[in-house]
């Protein structure tokens, strides 16, 4: 059931709890000043509403390489976090699904690698996008970006069709699927709305079962305690914050702040990865992009009839019709020094977005193409820290984006790549001319535009990592 407040919980006189989930519009989140952001603090966005951050996100749907998942298993001696032994479950949840426009998608993705009969909705692009021809005909001009039928296959490299968690024009997330009506109406699940947790507690065992929340911030504290155990699963910031107001992290760090500690895990709150991305917008010779609406009240409500009555029209879509997963040539001098990144030769060190317009509040006049780069195979690493024993004080939060010189390169490698790819052919008379940037910048230059206006894709993992069993760091660490 899904229940208002713990009155009405009470009132199902629910004998025997055996999990406990902790899930819950945006927590309102800022980083700390980013070094390598010329000091920007910038908006970290989470979910804070049913289905979390899936239930705000972009709704792009991809998977890792192979690679990425065999390094998981590696780093994490457990074979079951192999790419083998996932994609049966990648495809268990999976519920690939016509487009919205119906249109044949032969040769945009490949069957043989999705699932068709799980919850979570995934499908190709309902609306075609002005830009779709060209982007494909540059697959077949430049030898420096390969079409790629599906780059969730396990082989992601080169160009191909974006994926998306939407079905008929509608969002896909956890709250839609996992929590449908369907699983909500089951005896043995119940989804407590309005509930805000502080920390989890040891049980007289010993065994930490019991979960300390409130529904007022300023009200009482209510617990309950699972027969079996409780999945913390508050997300990236969410779940290190929680552990760490419970006690569980650097032990004297916690003593420092007067929180009584409990069990010493320092890893908890460190090791904070993220993909940064900078909106790369083109000015664009055309009057075909997503600035006309957002120009315009009046078009922009009769997109919107038209997607609320028959979930037809742009927007049935996310904002991109394709992704690139590139790397950076092999015999890079950051190589030098530094080792790849990434977990194999086959995964990227950057990914590429493309868009039929600007991201972000368009400027007054002009028409917009979008090819943002995201370094997808960050080194640096920030952390998840507490600023106070103050339960609902936000916690400090530094992704540290950028930190690292192999970040930066990347990045800055990546931008010029994008710079590339719309200089394809392609693009003749369509593309005027990058905005922002000068085709003709120098490395400074680059460097300068890079501080001042890469963000996040708001990808932070990390802070409750994953380690071998008996391992001193991570999760499972003493
Ligand atoms: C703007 C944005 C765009 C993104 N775009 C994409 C994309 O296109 N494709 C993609 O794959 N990923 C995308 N992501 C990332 C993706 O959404 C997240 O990686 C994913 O949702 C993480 O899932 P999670 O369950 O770990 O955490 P979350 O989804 O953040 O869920 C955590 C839940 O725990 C709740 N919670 C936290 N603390 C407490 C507490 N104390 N008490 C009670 N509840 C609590 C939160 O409110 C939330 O409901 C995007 C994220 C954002 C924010």
């Not at 899904?2 to 025997?16: Q, R, T």
Request: glycine letters at 8%; one cysteine or more; aromatic letters at 10%.
């Amino acid at each position: 059931a899904i229940l208002e407040s713990i009155a009405d919980f009470n009132k199902l006189n629910v004998k025997k709890i055996d999990f406990i989930v902790v899930g819950a519009q945006d927590w309102n989140y800022t980083t700390t000043p980013q070094r390598g952001l010329n000091g920007r603090s910038i908006a970290y966005n989470r979910g804070f509403v049913l289905g979390g951050s899936s239930s705000v996100n972009y709704m792009v749907y991809t998977r890792g390489s192979k690679e990425d998942y065999d390094r998981w298993a590696k780093v994490t001696k457990d074979n079951t976090w192999s790419w083998d032994n996932l994609v049966p479950y990648m495809r268990k949840n999976e519920l690939f699904s016509p487009p919205s426009d119906g249109h044949n998608t032969t040769g945009q993705f490949d069957p043989a690698v999705h699932g068709f009969h799980g919850i979570n909705a995934v499908s190709l692009a309902g609306f075609p996008s002005p830009v779709d021809a060209r982007v494909i005909e540059t697959t077949t001009q430049l030898a420096e970006y390969p079409f790629n039928v599906d780059m969730n296959s396990g082989y992601q490299l080169g160009i191909g069709w974006g994926q998306a968690t939407i079905k008929n024009g509608s969002r896909s997330s956890s709250a839609t699927s996992y929590l449908a009506p369907q699983f909500t109406s089951r005896p043995n699940l119940n989804v407590l709305l309005h509930a805000r947790v502080t920390r989890v507690l040891q049980t007289n065992s010993g065994a930490i079962r019991t979960v300390e929340f409130v529904q007022d911030i300023n009200g009482q504290r209510f617990t309950l305690t699972a027969e079996k155990e409780v999945i913390l699963s508050a997300g990236s910031i969410g779940t290190p914050n929680i552990l760490l107001h419970s006690g569980i992290g650097n032990s004297s760090t916690l003593t420092s702040m007067g929180i009584k500690p409990v069990h010493n895990l320092p890893s908890v709150g460190q090791n904070l990865s993220d993909h940064c991305l900078i909106f790369l917008p083109f000015l664009v010779n055309s009057t075909d992009t997503f600035e006309n609406a957002e120009r315009n009240a009046t078009l922009a409500a009769l997109q919107f009839e038209e997607w609320n009555t028959s979930r037809t029209g742009p927007l049935v879509d996310n904002p991109l019709s394709h992704i690139g997963w590139l790397r950076i040539p092999d015999n890079s001098s950051i190589f030098e020094r530094f080792p790849d990144p990434a977990a194999g030769p086959n995964t990227s060190h950057y990914e590429l977005i493309v868009s039929n317009g600007l991201l972000g509040p368009p400027p007054p006049t002009g028409n917009f193409l979008s090819i943002s780069p995201a370094v997808v195979s960050p080194v640096s690493r920030g952390t998840v820290t507490l600023s106070s024993s103050d339960l609902f004080a936000d916690p400090i939060i530094d992704p540290n984006l950028l930190g690292s010189e192999v970040d930066f390169f990347i990045m800055r490698e990546a931008l010029k790549s994008a710079l590339r790819f719309s200089a394809a052919p392609a693009w003749e008379n369509y593309v005027i001319s990058p905005f922002g940037l000068n085709s003709t910048s120098t490395d400074a230059e680059i460097d300068d535009f890079i501080r001042q206006n890469t963000g996040t894709v708001y990808h932070p993992v990390g802070t409750a990592s994953m380690s071998p069993k008996g391992a001193t760091w991570g999760s499972r660490g003493s």
